[in-house]
C-alpha cells in the first residue's frame, strides 16, 4: 500500500484550504494510506475528514517558534521518508519553504504545491460529525436564533492582519443594524470574550469553528473577516449565504474573497467587500443586503478591492529578501506576474530589490539556480520594455492549477 504524508502544520484557514489537496490525494491514489501533519492548534478541523487515514499531530508553540517547529518537522518527515514509512510527502504550507509559490494571496498560493493541475472540485473539505450539527442547532434553539426574520453571523476578530474589525467595533456595527432592522439578531463568532450591549446580541464564542459553519444553515447573511471562519463558511459544511467582508485597503486582495471566487470561477450568492470603517456605512451595506440581496447593495457600496502589490513587496521582503532567499522571491515574483502581468510595480520591485541580488543566494551556487537567475533577468528586461498597463487576473486554469 502506497503511503503518503501531506504537511500542512498551520493556520486554520489554510488547513481548510488544503483539505483540497487532501480530496485530490484520495482521487489520485484511492487504495493509498494518507497521513496528514498538522499542529495541535489545527488539528481538530481534520476530525471525521473522508480523504485522510491518520493525522500526525506536531505540538504547537506559539507563532514565534513556527518556523523552528517546521524545520523539526520537516527533519523527521524526511527522516520518516528515509526509513520508507512514506513513499510520497507532500508539503503545501507557504512558509517557510514554499514561498516561491506565493503570489499575494492564500488558497492559490497553496494549491501550486501539487505541482499539477487540480482535477477535483474546491471547495474546503468539512465533514462533521452529528454531535457537533446538535451542539450548533441546541444553539439555534437555546437562543432563540429562529424568532428574528434577519439572522446575521458576525466574524468579529482576525489573526492575520487583513481585517480592521474588532468586537467592540462589531457591537457600534450592530447598534447601528439595529435601529435599520429592528426583528434582526447578530450573532457574535470570536474567541475573545465579550459583553453583549444589545438583547438582541448573541455570542457564539463557545461554538467550535466546525460548528459555526452548521451555525450558518440557520443564518440569512454573514459578516466576515476573511479569516478562519470566513473560510468554514464556504466550506461544504455551510449554507452558502452572501457575504459582507471587512477588510484593509492596504492587504489590496490578500484576504479576498471575491478574488479567489472570480479567479476560480465559483459561483456564490454574492460578496461584498468593505475597507470603509464607517460603522453607519457598514450597517447600510449589511441591511441593504439583508431586505433586498447583494447585487442591490453592490451597485451601492460597490465592493472590488483593487489590485496592488505593496502589501505582496512587504511580505517578500520580510520573509525571502531579509533572509537572501532572492531566487525564491524571483519566482514568487514570475508566479505574480503570470497572474497578472508585468506591472510597472512588479517590474520595479524585481529591479529593485531582488535582481541586482541574485548572487547572494546562498543557492546560486547551483548551475540550475543560476540557469533560473537568468531566465528571470531576461523576462523582467522584456517586461520593462512593454509594461502591463494594470493588473488583469489570468484564471486559475489559464495559470494551470486547475485542468483546462
Known amino acids: 500500500m502506497k503511503r503518503i504524508l501531506l504537511g500542512q502544520l498551520t493556520a486554520n484557514g489554510d488547513c481548510v484550504y488544503a483539505t483540497i489537496l487532501a480530496r485530490q490525494l484520495r482521487h489520485d491514489n484511492p487504495e493509498a494510506h494518507i497521513t496528514w501533519a498538522v499542529s495541535t492548534q489545527c488539528a481538530g478541523l481534520l476530525k471525521n475528514n ?54 499575494g494571496t492564500v488558497r492559490p498560493s497553496i494549491l501550486r504545491s501539487y505541482g499539477r493541475p487540480i482535477t477535483v472540485p474546491i471547495e474546503n473539505v468539512i465533514r462533521l460529525t452529528d454531535d457537533e450539527m446538535e451542539t450548533a442547532d441546541a444553539f439555534v434553539r437555546d437562543n432563540r436564533i429562529e424568532d428574528f426574520e434577519q439572522r446575521i453571523l458576525f466574524e468579529c476578530s482576525s489573526r492575520s492582519g487583513q481585517s480592521f474589525v474588532t468586537p467592540d467595533l462589531a457591537q457600534h456595527i450592530a447598534e447601528q443594524i439595529y435601529a ?30 466546525r460548528e459555526i459553519a452548521h451555525l450558518t444553515h440557520a443564518c440569512s447573511l ?71 440581496g447583494a447585487a442591490p447593495a453592490l451597485q451601492e457600496f460597490g465592493g472590488t478591492i483593487p489590485v496592488t502589490f505593496d502589501h505582496y513587496g512587504e511580505v517578500l521582503e520580510r520573509t525571502l529578501l531579509r ?32 535582481m541586482p541580488c541574485l548572487a547572494r543566494d546562498p543557492s546560486w551556487f547551483f548551475a540550475n539556480e543560476r540557469a533560473f537567475g537568468e531566465a528571470f533577468r531576461t523576462a523582467l528586461m522584456e517586461a520593462a520594455r512593454d509594461p502591463a498597463a494594470e493588473p488583469r487576473q489570468k484564471s486559475a486554469k489559464d495559470q494551470g492549477i486547475l485542468l483546462g
Open 323 to 354: 533572509q537572501q532567499r532572492y531566487l525564491d522571491a524571483a519566482r514568487s515574483l514570475m508566479t505574480t506576474a503570470d497572474r497578472y502581468g508585468w506591472t510597472e510595480d512588479l517590474i520595479r520591485l524585481g529591479e529593485d530589490r531582488i
Open 50 to 103: 473522508p480523504d485522510i487515514d491518520e493525522t500526525w499531530e506536531i505540538p504547537f508553540q506559539g507563532w514565534n517558534a513556527h518556523e523552528l517547529i517546521w524545520r523539526v518537522f520537516q527533519r523527521e518527515a524526511v527522516e520518516r521518508s528515509l526509513r520508507r514509512e512514506f513513499d510520497e510527502i507532500l508539503l503545501s504550507q507557504i512558509w517557510p519553504d514554499n514561498a516561491r509559490n506565493y503570489d
Open 222 to 292: 454573514f459578516v466576515g473577516a476573511g479569516s478562519g471562519c470566513t473560510t468554514l463558511a464556504t466550506s461544504t459544511a455551510a449554507k452558502k449565504l452572501p457575504f459582507v467582508l471587512l477588510l484593509k485597503g492596504d492587504t489590496s486582495v490578500f484576504a479576498s474573497f471575491a478574488h479567489d471566487f472570480e479567479y476560480f470561477g465559483i459561483e456564490h450568492p454574492g460578496v461584498i467587500e468593505m475597507t470603509d470603517e464607517n460603522p453607519a456605512r457598514i450597517a447600510s451595506c449589511v441591511s441593504r443586503v439583508a431586505s433586498q
Open 180 to 209: 435599520l432592522l429592528p426583528n434582526a439578531t447578530v450573532i457574535f463568532t470570536t474567541a475573545e470574550p465579550m459583553t453583549l450591549r444589545d438583547a438582541r446580541s448573541r455570542y457564539a464564542g463557545a461554538l467550535s469553528l
